[in-house]
């Protein structure tokens, strides 16, 4: 039972051609976003990017602020 579950384990190498031929068969499977989708999931990104670059800045001058009173 062993070598049975070893012999579908083994994958064949396929090569270049091989490997682009799996590429596009896979690509085809793959359910791509519609036009609206993707410019409400860019909006999101773009949205908690400037967020959290807003955030960290803040935290950072906060900190920056605090140390150099405490050095003082």
């Known amino acids: ?7 579908v384990e083994k994958k064949e190498r396929t090569g270049l051609f ?3 031929k799996e ?7 793959v359910t ?3 036009r609206k989708e993707l410019f ?7 949205t908690v990017v ?4 807003l955030a960290i800045w803040g935290i950072d001058t ?6 150099t009173l405490l050095l003082k």
């Open 18 to 20: 091989g490997y682009f």
């Open 23 to 29: 590429t596009n068969t896979e690509l085809k499977r």
């Open 40 to 46: 409400r999931n860019t909006g999101v990104v773009l």
């Open 50 to 53: 400037i967020f959290s670059t």
């Open 32 to 34: 791509w976003p519609t």
């Open 1 to 7: 039972m062993a070598e049975k579950n070893k012999s």
């Open 62 to 67: 906060l900190l920056s602020g605090a140390l």
